[in-house]
């Protein structure tokens, strides 16, 4: 078994298009993977081998790809992100919606754990504010 190592933001990109395809469709196909992800079925091996050489997804050449509960666990924070990062960027600073998608995906993947929290945290903090309500009115 390889020794797990830091996440790059493609292998992060693999397990988030994992989740949201065995979420759909029960399990992701390595076609599925790289309609969503926009490239070349042939890209997707390497990238999937890497993936369950860690233990994050379950993979056989020319079979089914679903994630292992450590790889869900980490696709669902990132999906989690990217999530919270849109709906700021969409609805507070009122961006175009598919350049929010766009923007989140990026930033997903560059924020650290700590600054996230705190992060959510003020977004709570403006969601709370009345004077914020009043503004939009």
Do not use: W
């Not at 994630?67 to 960027?89: C, Q, S």
């Amino acid at each position: 078994m390889e020794k797990t190592i830091p996440l790059s933001e493609s292998l992060e990109d693999y397990l988030e298009t994992i989740l949201d395809l065995q979420t759909r469709k029960t399990v992701a196909r390595s076609k599925d993977i790289a309609a969503k992800l926009n490239i070349k079925r042939g890209s997707v091996t390497g990238m999937l081998k890497k993936l369950a050489s860690q233990n994050l997804i379950n993979y056989e050449p020319y079979g089914y790809v679903t994630l292992t509960p450590e790889g869900e666990k980490i696709a669902k924070k990132i999906a989690y992100r990217h999530t919270v990062l849109k709906d700021f960027l969409f609805r507070i600073l009122e961006v175009d919606e598919q350049q929010a998608d766009e923007t989140a995906c990026r930033m997903e993947h560059a924020m650290d754990t700590r600054t996230f929290k705190k992060f959510v945290a003020f977004i709570a903090t403006l969601d709370a504010c009345p004077h914020r309500k009043q503004d939009r009115e």
